[in-house]
């Protein structure tokens, strides 16, 4: 049996309009979501591509940008796609402090057994008029001392709950990474004027629980502190030494000395 619906000549407008509107809004919606999807597929498709055969290859990579950040033998330049440029060897002159706030640019080596460092061929600083002169022309092979890799840095363990009082929470734990902020104290001895550098230590809940006394720190850890001078707040691996006497201890939170290797965001 058939089932007649009567519809009058206006509502029947009505009708083909909002049908009409709504089958033009979803073809508008297929096309947008169709252009975005292949957008994002090639985008990715392109980035897949060319880390893959990056790292897969290893090779020569172009850098240009302004130096930001140059200590030892340490150079970070922003463009230069996250690079720790390495520059082994002597510069023509100065140093690598002396590229810092210049327009330069170079060749640097890489490999997939060293994906976050570009061994540096040779660098280029542009001169005030403009035309640009060679400063470093690499002649020695890159020597691994003072850097950590990120297959390094998983050997130092957390250390955790730390007390001025327990300090078997930190004798004989060898290297190890804990959280927090610098702190740089200036004091006068004499005549000469000194820097004591302290790590105050911060557990899960940004509350202090006490300060380490740094002793030194190696050109790779300075060269990452220049680099992350915008973060108040960093984890920080380092070897634990002596203990603080127990009087100082408890009158000032200074747990121990150490040596500080690397310092970073995670």
């Known amino acids: 049996m058939a089932i007649m619906i009567s519809v009058s000549t206006g509502e029947k407008s009505k009708l083909e309009k909002v049908v009409r509107t709504l089958g033009l809004s979803l073809l508008v919606l297929s096309l947008v979501i169709g252009w975005s999807i292949s957008c994002k597929k090639k985008a990715g498709e392109e980035m897949v591509i060319g880390e893959e055969g990056l790292a897969a290859t290893g090779g020569i990579v172009e850098f240009e940008g302004v130096a930001n950040v140059g200590i030892g033998k340490y150079l970070f330049i922003p463009e230069a796609s996250g690079f720790d440029i390495i520059v082994q060897g002597a510069m023509e002159s100065g140093d690598v402090s002396t590229l810092v706030g210049k327009e330069v640019r170079g060749r640097g080596e890489f490999s997939p057994e060293r994906p976050s460092i570009l061994i540096a061929n040779n660098i280029e600083v542009r001169e005030s008029g403009r035309s640009w002169s060679n ?107 002596d203990t603080v006497e127990w009087g100082v201890r408890r009158r000032t939170d200074e747990l121990f000395h150490a040596d500080v290797f690397f310092n970073g965001l995670f």
């Open 135 to 241: 400063v470093f022309t690499r002649t020695e092979a890159f020597v691994i001392d003072d850097y950590l890799d990120l297959e390094v840095r998983d050997e130092f363990k957390v250390l955790k709950n730390l007390s001025y009082d327990k300090k078997e929470g930190w004798e004989g734990k060898g290297k190890v990474k804990i959280y927090g902020r610098w702190e740089v104290e200036k004091v006068t001895e004499g005549e000469e004027e000194k820097e004591i550098y302290r790590i105050v230590v911060l557990d899960d809940k940004d509350k202090e629980v006490g300060k380490i006394i740094v002793d030194s720190f190696t050109d790779f850890s300075k060269y990452y502190i220049d680099k992350l001078r915008f973060f108040d707040k960093l984890w920080f691996y380092i070897a634990v030494k």
